[in-house]
Structures are given as C-alpha cells and as structure tokens.
C-alpha cells in the first residue's frame, strides 16, 4: 500500500484503479483526504484506514482513472457549440434534419441556429448538404453550420440577413457555391465568403466585443459556463485553451476570483498565425498583455505557451505537404498563416523570453519547418521548453529525429480519426493513411505525446478519442492501419499524465500518487481487458475535482 497518514474523506475500492504512475500499474482502490490522494491499494488495505465519517465508493469492476486532461481544445468555443446543434455522430441527412428539426421547435423563430464540426465523409451520403436540407427542417430560422475548416452552409433565411444574393460577387479569398443550372447561392461558403454570414450573426446579437470580433469578458464568462459541466460529464478536469485573447483571460480569471471554475486552465494566448499586427509589435502586444512567461500561474488557472500556426487545413486541403491528394498531379500551393522566412526570428525571440510555442501544422513541410525552427533557437539556448507541434500528422524522419533529441512533445488526435476518418481514402495515399498521425512512430522515437480532442473541431467524447488511437477505426468503421495503435494503458497515460507535463504540474496531478490532486473520473465499466469495440460506448458515472464530486451521472 502506498499512503500518507491522514484520515479519508473517500475511499474507492472493489475496482481497476488506472493510476498512470511511472509503471501505470493498476490497483483496487485509492483514499482521498481533502483534496489529495492519500493512498492507493488493494482494496482490504485502504478500507482499513477509513474513519466513521469517510464516504464509501464501492466501485463494483469499474474502472478509476486520473481526471482527463485535454491537453488542446477551445472551451469557450465549445460553449458556443452546446448552445446550437450538436453535429458529431450525426451519419445521415434525415438524423441532420430531424436533429435541427428539434432545436427549431425549441427556438423563437428568427433567431439564429447554429451548428459546427461536421465534415462530408460523416453522412451517408458522401457529400455536404445545402441549404435546401436546411430549409426543410428550420424555413423560419437563420441558420448556419460550420464544417471542421474553411467552409459552412447556410439556409435561405440566413443567405438573405447577409445579403448574399446571385448576384454578390465571391470575396476576396472566399467562394460563394452556386446551382449550375441557375446561379443561385447553394448555401455553401468557403474561405472569407463565410465572414458575410458572421457579420449578419454579430449585427443580430449586437455582440459587444473589441471591435475585432472578440467577445467582451462577459460574453466569454457565460459561454465557459456553459461549456464546463459537459466537460465535467465526460471526466475531464483539466484542459488547455489553445488561443485566446485577453478578453478570454479576463473571463477565466474573474471565474478563478468567484471559485466557479470546474475544469483547471491552462491557458495559451495566441500569437503569429492569429493575430495580424505588425511584426514589431506582435511579441510585445503578447508581454504586454500577460506580462510574464509559460509556468505562470497556479493550479487552477496558469500559462503554458504561446499558440502559433503555419497552415490551414488537411480536409480543406490547405495543408503545407510534399505530396499530392487523391485526384491532384502534384502538391498544392497553399495559404499559409504566418511569414515562413521570420519562423525562426519568432521562435527564437519566444524562446529567449521564456515562452513554450505551441505550433499549428498540418503538414510534413510545415512541420519540419516548425520543428527546425525551434531546434535552432533551443541550440542557441538549451534551456528547459515544452514546446510541442499541434496536430503533428506527417513527421518527416529529419523532424522525428530533431524531436527526440529537443523534446518536442506532439499534441495529436484520435478524435480526427474517429470523425474524419471515413473521408481519407477518397482523399489521402494509402501510405498516408498509414502513416497519419503515427503515435507509435512517435512513442518508439520517445517523443511525448498528448491525446486531445480539439473540441470543436473534434468531438468531445474522450472515449472516441481513445477508441481511435488504440483501434485506429473511424466513426464508420474505416480503419488507418494498425501499426500505429497503442494500448488502453498508453491511451490513459496520454489523456492525463502527459497533459499535466505539457503544463508542467506533473508533481501535482495527472496521475493518482499519494499527495497529488484528488481530480478522478469514474467509469461505468472496467477498463482493464476492455474489448476496444467497447471503449466507444464508455460513459463516466462520476468526476472528482479537487476532492469533491462535482458530476454524477445517478
């Protein structure tokens, strides 16, 4: 038994306790005292130290592990996203429509209604809807739907608030998708043609952000508010914001002030790739602001880096590669979100000032270009980083060597593969199907990894993330190759340890050691020998956060 001397206020026992400590060993039950774990056991052992008063958990097979630490998603977005449809799982038109159906009846009519995330390869039918699909279920709404990058559709109603007609020209860099036959808008937008529909939302809402489109503080604060339980439901009591503006910040601190957080932040403000303000001015709007480096912070709201990005996306096909898509002759000349030949200026300058840099890429060009750059600035200054590459899809062999030896952790997902990955063989080579985000290739070159959700790009369900990265099976069924699996254990350890190390708190949670933070997601079944078929359908029956039970399913 390993223990502290103090007295429990619970003690679960009878169950797989998934510690995620050095071994990731599994044991039958742990004590809590305030809010640490006090001991962890066989279950004979941790009842023994119970007192009259200690709450007592019988797990009866299920499984405990740390609390979920989705080391990369946007919460105050994913607010935004429970408060309109949600479109993950969603595998055919008729459930879209019935779906939007049901929140219609539930809305004032002329309000907006808004979805997000979905992408073609999810339906049935193998294609994007339009407006039409749209208007049948919801004719007297606005409403628009955000696919997982670049592009939306729209219903009529909301084609019209915008005043996108037949005769509106495409924006620069945008596309307004019209009937061949009639030269009607469709319903689908591309690029910045999406930004007339956005203007139309902000105007209805009377949004009172900064002027550049960036909710006020107050508009964060309810957004989050709406957003932490459902994370809270799915076990998760930790997560990094990747991005975010002072407004975002000011939000989640007055949230810290009033002691209403229930999910820990970890915090990254966004920088080059984000914010389009002069050179110069970029590294000191960011100082300015925060006013200190990565590390900042307590356990409950700190700074873990800067985020970055270099390009786009894979299923809108911007992203920076060396090779072609299905259908292409050769690699396509892509928009990219930041200067290239000042990459290594920004990194170093981040680096210097004490800042981790988290990078956008998607990929292998921009990868290895990410990775060179904070290779050099980190030979200039080897100091103590945990600069990591987001997404992290296509490693070149030169970059998996350069990550090794630096340390460069990959933040990946298996929630992409779950949702998208039903769409790849019409899109990727076989070999990139293969070789997509190749978490085993990453772990044999010890290059730490991260399992996120991305949420709302990816959906929130840690479960199907998990279920992805050890099947490598998408939504559908398609599977990506099985070179690239990993275990139940080695999914766990990347869900929470890993996280808490990206944000540098691994001493104080992540895992469930005596003295460390009591924040424990209980499942509804046992995880130790599970039928990966099975991981998809986990549910969480109770979160711990901080010693108290702040959700429970009943």
Request: contains cysteine.
């Amino acid at each position: 038994m390993n223990t502290r001397f103090d007295t429990p206020d619970i003690i679960l026992y009878n169950g797989t306790v998934f510690t995620a400590d050095e071994t990731d060993s599994i044991c039958e039950a742990l004590a809590v005292c305030g809010n640490e774990i006090l001991a962890t056991g066989d279950s004979s052992e941790i009842l023994g130290l119970a007192a009259p008063w200690t709450k007592l958990i019988d797990l009866k097979g299920r499984s405990a592990m740390p609390g979920i630490n989705d080391c990369h998603s946007h919460l105050w977005q994913a607010g935004q996203t429970f408060l309109g449809v949600v479109l993950f799982g969603i595998d055919s038109f008729s459930m879209l429509k019935e779906k939007l159906a049901e929140k219609a009846a539930v809305t004032p009519k002329g309000k907006w209604i808004t979805g997000c995330s979905y992408i073609e390869s999810q339906f049935r039918e193998n294609r994007s809807f339009t407006k039409k699909e749209l208007d049948e279920a919801a004719p007297d709404h606005p409403v628009v739907f955000d696919r997982v990058f670049g592009s939306c559709v729209a219903n009529s109603m909301a084609l019209r608030l915008a005043g996108i007609t037949k005769d509106t020209p495409d924006p620069e860099k945008g596309e307004i998708v019209r009937d061949p036959s009639t030269g009607e808008p469709n319903g689908i937008l591309h690029g910045n043609a999406m930004m007339l529909v956005r203007n139309a939302m902000d105007i209805a809402s009377g949004m009172a952000g900064d002027g550049a489109g960036d909710p006020s503080p107050e508009e964060f604060e309810k957004l989050i508010r709406v957003a932490m339980p459902v994370y809270n439901s799915y076990g998760i009591t930790s997560t990094t914001e990747a991005g975010g503006s002072r407004n975002l910040a000011r939000a989640y601190h007055k949230l810290y002030e009033q002691g209403d957080l229930t999910v820990r932040m970890d915090l990254m403000p966004t920088w080059y790739g984000f914010n389009f303000v002069p050179d110069e001015e970029q590294l000191a709007h960011v100082i300015g602001d925060y006013d200190f480096a990565a590390g900042y912070g307590n356990e409950w709201i700190r700074y873990t880096g800067l985020k970055m990005a270099i390009d786009y996306g894979l299923t809108s096909k911007t992203a920076l590669k060396s090779w072609a898509y299905v259908g292409d002759d050769g690699p396509r000349e892509v928009p990219l979100r930041l200067d290239l030949d000042k990459l290594d200026g920004y990194i170093k300058t981040a680096h210097d000032a004490g800042w981790d840099i988290g990078i956008h890429v998607m990929g292998d060009i921009a990868l290895e270009r990410a990775v060179e750059a904070m290779y050099k600035a980190w030979k200039a200054n080897p100091r103590e980083h945990r600069h990591n590459i987001i997404h992290a899809y296509f490693p070149t062999e030169k970059a998996l060597a350069m990550m090794e030896e630096m340390g460069i952790m990959a933040i990946v997902q298996g929630s992409f593969i779950y949702g998208e990955g039903d769409g790849y063989p019409d899109l990727l080579p076989p070999d990139k199907i293969e070789g997509y985000s190749p978490i085993r290739t990453y772990m044999d070159h010890n290059v730490r990894c991260g399992l996120s959700t991305d949420m709302p790009c990816g959906a929130l369900n840690p479960f199907w993330n998990m279920y992805s990265a050890v099947t490598r099976k998408a939504m559908r069924g398609t599977c990506l190759g099985t070179a690239e699996c990993v275990t139940v254990k080695e999914a766990v350890r990347m869900m929470t340890y890993n996280g808490a190390y990206l944000s540098r708190e691994q001493e104080i949670k992540g895992s469930l050691e005596p003295g460390k933070r009591a924040d424990i997601a209980i499942l509804d079944r046992s995880l130790d020998g599970i039928d990966p078929e099975d991981i998809r359908n986990i549910q969480v029956d109770m979160t711990i956060l901080d010693g108290k039970i702040i959700y429970s399913r009943g």
